[in-house]
C-alpha cells in the first residue's frame, strides 16, 4: 500500500466509529414482496424491534433499514430474465416514477448495479461533451467531487460556492449564466457534508428562464425520499441518487430519472466514452423491464432490487402521502436541532438551509473527535465525523431519515440525542 493511501487512511479514521453489525434473516424467502411472507422472518432477524439494546447506526447513509428490507435482502437466487424477477423489476422502475412525481411516460427511470458516485459518472459521460461546459453550484464536499468527476470527462467546468454552512445565491448563479452558455447544470440537492439544502424548485425556474437550453441535473443522493421533489412540474432533467439513505435499502444501485430532453440528448451523442455506463445501452433494458418483457446488458443485483421493492411499496404503498412523509421528516428535524440548539450548540447549515434528514453540529470548544465519537458509539450509537475541507475536524454528522426517524415504533432519534447529550457532559461540557 503506498505512502498517500495510508494517509489517507488515517485521516479518516476519525470519521467513521465501529458498530456491530446487522445482518439479515438466513431464510430465503421465494416469493415477490408480500408483507405476510417476509414478516414469518423479522422474528429470526439478529436486528429486531423487540431489541431496544441494538447497536444504531445514526451517520447520513447507510441508514438503519427495516426488518422486511433486511428479509427481502436475503432472497434466494433467482435468475434475472425469470418472469418472477421481471415483475419485481418492473415494479421498482413503475414505483420509481411515483417517487420521483412524474408522469411523463417519455421520461425514464434506470436502476443499475453500483453506487450514488456512478451517478456522476453516467451524467458527465452521457450529458457532456469534451467541449462542452458545466455549472456546479457547490454546496460542500460531495458537491466539489461531483465536480471532480465532471472534469474527468469535460473540459470547461465552472464552480460556484459559498462558506460552510451557506449556499451560492440566485443572483450569483443568474450571473454565471448570464456569462457563459452552459450545456448542463449540477445542483446537490442536500449535500451530506454540510447539511444544506437548497431550492432546486427556484434555481431550477431560473435556470429556464434565463438558459431554458441547459439542463437542470440534481444529486439527490441524501434528498430523494426526505425532500420533496417534483420532477416533472420544476422542470428538472435528471435527478441521480441511492437506496441506502431516505429510500432506505441496501447500497449498491445507481437510481436516476431522466427527462425527455435527457434521454434525446443521450440517444444524440455519437459517441459515449464508457461501457457499463453508457445510457443507450441501458434505456432498451429499463424499457423492457418496465413493460414486464425480460431484457439483457448486464446482470442486475437480484437481491439489492427485491430489497429496493420492498422499500418502495413501504414508501408508495402504506396509506401515508408522500407529502405527509416529508412533512414527518421535517417535523423530527426541527425537534433534534432545536435540542441541539437548546445545548448551546451550533449548527453548521445557516437558518433556512437545513436539510431535513441530517443535521451536521459543530463540537463545543475543548471536545474534539477522537474523544467523543468513541464515547457515543459505547452508547450503541453511530455517528459520523465531519467532511467539509478546512472544518473536518470540528463537527460531527448525525442522520435522522427513514425508519430511525418516522416508525412510531422505534426510539432512535432520542437514544440518539440521549448518546449525544451524555457523551458531551463525560467530555467535560455542561448541556
Not at 488515517?10 to 408483507?35: C, D, E, K, M, W
Not at 427481502?72 to 433467482?78: G, R
Not at 450509537?381 to 435522522?400: D, E, M, Q, S
Not at 425508519?403 to 440518539?416: E, Q, Y
Request: proline share 6%; aromatic share 8%.
Amino acid at each position: 500500500m503506498s505512502l498517500s493511501a495510508l494517509r489517507r487512511i488515517g485521516q479518516l479514521r476519525h470519521h467513521f466509529t465501529s458498530a456491530v453489525p446487522i445482518v439479515s434473516s438466513t431464510s430465503p424467502t421465494t416469493q415477490p414482496y408480500n408483507t405476510n411472507t417476509l414478516a414469518k422472518h423479522i422474528h429470526t432477524t439478529p436486528y429486531s424491534l423487540k431489541n431496544k439494546m441494538t447497536d444504531i447506526t445514526m451517520i447520513p447513509g447507510p441508514i438503519e433499514f427495516d426488518p422486511e428490507v433486511l428479509s427481502a435482502m436475503s432472497h434466494q437466487s433467482v435468475a434475472h430474465n425469470s418472469p418472477q424477477f421481471v415483475e419485481v423489476f418492473g415494479s421498482v422502475l413503475t414505483d420509481l416514477r411515483a417517487l420521483f412525481k412524474s408522469t411523463d411516460p417519455k421520461a425514464q427511470p434506470f436502476v443499475i448495479a453500483g453506487g450514488g458516485t456512478l451517478g456522476w459518472e453516467i451524467v458527465a459521460a452521457n450529458l457532456l461533451k469534451r467541449d462542452e461546459k458545466a455549472l456546479v453550484v457547490s454546496t460542500g464536499f460531495f458537491s466539489d467531487a461531483f465536480a471532480d468527476c465532471l472534469k474527468v470527462f469535460c473540459d470547461h467546468v465552472d464552480v460556484i460556492s459559498a462558506p460552510a454552512g451557506g449556499a451560492p445565491s440566485l443572483g450569483e448563479i443568474e450571473a454565471a449564466l448570464k456569462k457563459e452558455k452552459y450545456n448542463v447544470i449540477t445542483l446537490t440537492h442536500v449535500d451530506t457534508s454540510s447539511g444544506v439544502v437548497i431550492d432546486i424548485k427556484e434555481i431550477s425556474a431560473l435556470v429556464h428562464k434565463v438558459s431554458p437550453e441547459t439542463l437542470v441535473v440534481v444529486d439527490g443522493v441524501c434528498s430523494v425520499g426526505v425532500e420533496p421533489i417534483s420532477f416533472d412540474d420544476w422542470g428538472l432533467d435528471f435527478v441521480l441518487t441511492a437506496p441506502q439513505k431516505a429510500i432506505g435499502a441496501p447500497a449498491g444501485l445507481s437510481i436516476s430519472f431522466a427527462s425527455p430532453r435527457a434521454v434525446a440528448k443521450v440517444e444524440g451523442q455519437e459517441k459515449i466514452p464508457v461501457y457499463f455506463g453508457n445510457l443507450k445501452k441501458w434505456l432498451p433494458i429499463m424499457q423492457a423491464y418496465e413493460a414486464r418483457k425480460p431484457a439483457y446488458f448486464s446482470t442486475p443485483a437480484v437481491q439489492n432490487v427485491y430489497a429496493l421493492q420492498v422499500a418502495l411499496k413501504q414508501i408508495l404503498h402504506n396509506g401515508v402521502s408522500l407529502d405527509q412523509r416529508f412533512e414527518d421528516h421535517a417535523k423530527v428535524s426541527d425537534k433534534i436541532k432545536k435540542q441541539i440548539a437548546d445545548w448551546g450548540l451550533e449548527i453548521i447549515a445557516k437558518e433556512g438551509l437545513g436539510a431535513h434528514g441530517l443535521t451536521c453540529i459543530y463540537l463545543p470548544e475543548g471536545v474534539t473527535l477522537p474523544d467523543f465519537l468513541p464515547k457515543v458509539a459505547a452508547k450503541g450509537v453511530t455517528l459520523a465525523g465531519g467532511l467539509f475541507k478546512g472544518i473536518n475536524t470540528k463537527y460531527f454528522r448525525f442522520g435522522h431519515m427513514g425508519v430511525s426517524a418516522i416508525d412510531p415504533k422505534r426510539d432512535d432519534v432520542d437514544r440518539t440525542l440521549k448518546a449525544i447529550h451524555d457523551s458531551l457532559v463525560e467530555a467535560g461540557y455542561k448541556c
